[in-house]
């Protein structure tokens, strides 16, 4: 089926998150819709699948003008969509998922589960998935629930199959499974837009590539193009894709991580006996899925979590049972994976943000009672060094672009005087300038002789910033390998197959 | 769409299994604490305080087919029996979480019916209980609590938390009583009822799902209204004209043939007004219509995850506010209870806190209709059980037995529920981005 966005716009209050886009995708063709985060691909997306009612412009399937009141229509005239965030109900089964919003039921209204399974079956095997329709959702990996999302587009003879962003919880060995999935559709006649600001992908798998910059085309290419062309038509001039960095000068072991388990509620082990060294003055990365026990990792690191066994030395100080206070003021810096929730109170001032874990004396505090003299020159003097694009430091921290949040974290957990910095998702969902300066500023912190640990589930960030690289599954490190290691081998181990052996370094 | 020939690699290496995690092995002492507790005060109360005498149980009524004699228990030795079995049970799951197993349902089952019965049996020493009037206040005192709890089922499944299902009750038990009485058809009088809790949940619906207004404030605000409009009216209204609009009399039991004749099961389930019989009902039709029909898979996609329910064409705010609606017609009908079934009148906020009953039952039964019945049974058993020990003369003093409900409310929804998880979007209101 032969797609057709003519003049596409859509406005939110004063921003325009679309002006008058026009995309054209061919049946059978794998077209991909390329740019940074906040560019406007997944508001274009949520207008073609009813989401959001476009203020201007037309969708035609097959040259036939559609009006889309809301997703019923979309899928009824035969678009589907494989969303960032699934759209699967964890408590149900992959049957009922598949089966919800067209239900096929029996007599007294029962619904025909059998019916759905055999569904499921038969989707399954037309492209080797191995699902099982009564499995519950919530207990499959991402990888194998992004298959739900597929079956349940198909389900419903989807002819145009959107995937948003499908690879960014993937491995990397996930990532070609799915692009052989794609591939496979094309061959069947589905068209398929494929939303995505990953370079490889896309011309790996692309047919046509059209960049979107601030809600508007900027220009088609074909996927001959080099990543660095690509990468500045995205970004609107020419970047620095990786960030230099000298080789290391490892001191000592100062933080020593020795047999470290986390237990959940569920009384998994969600962390299971993990031992390893960050020296000063390196980049220790931790690589992996996301789901795999990083988040639990680096919370029992900073005492979040309350059941850890093990050992967790800095600086020859035992830190587990430490509370967050006694983690903090040993010298750990800590930005967490989700900033707006964790790393931030969106309704308080950059200022305010700035002093959260200084709150308990001087220079910030002087018998309880704030110092705003002292906390507006630091903020002052903060946003100039950290770049912090702001109207002031008395703007709310919620209202600042994702890329000016981070910083306000990073300044504030960098202006401490460290012993050991660590980064969760340091550039999660970031525009390429701010990933720049981020990636910067943790090499500096590492090269004033900072031991760092970075958590990543990013391969390129991964590969960019460490000195040595440590791969989590299921809760174990899968080994520790050298910066310099390929990422096919990261990608194996990502999936929880150990490496040949010289690779493992110590 | 055509299969794709076979070239390709497949493309599943990863089977669809469930993740498994190694598990740590955790020793739950919580259950064999409990246990042990109720064991000691077994032994103190039965036995070292025990009461001499006899203890007798009345099992069958008049009209059964078959009459079961009067069992007669001598008080003291039974009470030590029992509390040996209760040390003994208590023992076991001790060894169980030793050895780091779960202690099952059962075992709490089976040894808080012999708790219960050694402390009818200690109350009743000297007297007679009449074991199956005991239950049939039971029924009669949950029916209010089962339909409450199931409007809250449905409610809070569907996404919407119903603080308000006292103010449904009360709403359900004043129309029922004015309709009934001035149509002089106590069935005008029930589905009066129904429409009045679906009057009442429905503003909480428009609130919570339309203005977005905190919907636990909502369900407060409405009971407190409710409250104030059924006294204002009761006093206005009702009061001076008593005769012709607060008289609906009180339904009929219909007994079912053969079945109402079967001692203690008969009298406590088949010989009931048709109140009771809708109930049965309901119970039934709620739990088939959520877990197996095209209704409860919408419903409950709108209370887990509306922002997917949406993406597959469901309207997830006209879903919520129809359940909703829904939900308080059918807390209306146990209102209804409360003036056609038991009372056979109106007065003053006569639901006394039922509401918030019902909604811990909601709790305590984990958002599931059976499960929610019987903790609303729970619930109505701990309150008969006050009345009938206050009058065959129990030891207690009456004012701690008129606390025993409300601890039971209290242990059965923090102690023994600990932390479950409900709908996931519950309280939630869905707003398109």
Known sequence: MKLELRGITKRFGALVANDHIDLTVEPGEIHCLLGENGAGKSTLMNVLYGLYQADDGEILLDDVVQRFSGPGDAMAAGIGMVHQHFMLIPVFTVAENVMLGHEKTRAGGRLDIAAAREQVRAISSRFGFDIDPDALVDDLPVGVQQRVEIIKALSRDAKVLVFDEPTAVLTPQETDELMVIMRQLKEAGTSIVFITHKLREVREVADRITVIRLGKVVGQASPTATNTELASLMVGRAVELTVHKDPAKPGNADLVVKNLSVIDHRGQLVVNNVSFEVHAGEILAIAGVQGNGQTELTEAIMGLQPRVTGSIMLDGNELRKASVRTVLDAGVGFVPEDRSEDGLIAEFTIAENLMLDRSNGEPFVKAGTLQLGTLAEFAEKTIVEFDIRAQGIGTHAGKLSGGNQQKVVLARELSRSLRLFVAAQPTRGLDVGSIEFVHTRIIATRDAGTPVLVVSTELDEVVALADRIAVMYRGGIVGIVPGTTPRSVLGLMMAGELPSTPEVAA | ?433
Do not use: C
């Not at chain 2, 305080?49 to 004699?69: I, K, M, N």
């Not at chain 2, 079945?259 to 099961?265: E, M």
């Open chain 2, 1 to 433: 769409m055509t299969t794709v020939s076979g070239n390709l690699a497949t493309p599943s290496s990863t089977p669809a299994s469930k993740i498994v995690l190694a598990t740590a092995v955790v020793k739950s002492w919580k259950s064999p604490i409990a246990l042990g507790i109720f064991a000691l005060v077994s032994i103190v109360l039965f036995g070292v305080f025990g009461r001499d005498g006899t203890s007798s149980f009345r099992l069958s009524s008049e009209t059964d087919f078959v009459q079961l004699p009067v069992l007669a228990l001598p008080t003291r030795a039974a009470g030590i029996v029992l509390s040996i079995l209760l040390v003994l049970l208590a023992a076991y799951a001790t060894w169980l979480a030793y050895r780091a197993r779960r202690v099952n349902l059962w075992l709490i089952v089976v040894f808080a019916l012999i708790f219960m019965v050694g402390f009818l049996s200690w109350a009743s020493a000297g007297h007679t209980m009449p074991v199956t009037g005991l239950l049939v206040g039971s029924v009669g005192l949950s029916v209010p609590l089962i339909f409450g709890a199931l409007g809250g089922v449905i409610s809070e499944r569907v996404g919407v938390v119903n603080v308000a299902i006292e103010g449904q009750l009360l709403a359900g038990a004043f129309v029922s009583a004015l309709v009934a009485s001035a149509t002089r058809q106590p069935f005008l009088g029930l589905a009066a009822a129904m429409v009045a809790g679906a009057l009442v949940s429905s503003v909480l619906a428009a609130f919570s799902i339309k203005y977005l207004v905190d919907q636990v404030i909502v369900g407060v605000v409405l009971n407190v209204l409710v409250t104030g409009l059924t006294n204002f009216l009761y006093s206005t209204v009702l009061s001076p004209a008593n005769e012709t609009l607060n008289n609906p009399g009180i339904l009929p039991r219909i007994p079912i043939p053969v079945l109402s004749g079967i001692p203690i099961i008969g009298p406590v389930l088949f010989r009931q007004t048709i109140i009771i019989y809708i109930m049965y009902v309901a119970v039934i039709a709620v739990w088939y219509g959520l877990f197996h029909t095209k209704w409860g898979l919408r419903l409950r996609s709108s209370g887990e995850h509306p922002q997917a329910a949406d993406t597959v064409g469901i309207n997830v705010n006209r879903t919520r506010f129809w359940n909703v609606s829904l939900a308080g017609a059918i807390a209306g009908l146990g209102g209804a209870y409360f003036t056609l079934g038991s009372i056979g009148g109106f007065s003053k906020e006569m639901t006394a806190g039922a509401g918030f009953i019902a909604l811990a039952a909601v709790i305590f039964g984990r958002w599931d209709p059976i499960k929610a019945t019987f903790a609303a049974l729970l619930f109505g058993f701990a309150t008969n059980l006050q009345s009938v020990l206050a009058i065959i003369g129990s030891p207690v003093p009456s004012e701690f037995m008129l606390m025993l409900p409300y601890i039971v409310t209290i242990v059965a929804v923090a102690g023994l529920v600990g932390q479950v998880r409900g709908p996931a979007a519950a309280g939630k209101p869905y707003v398109k981005s």
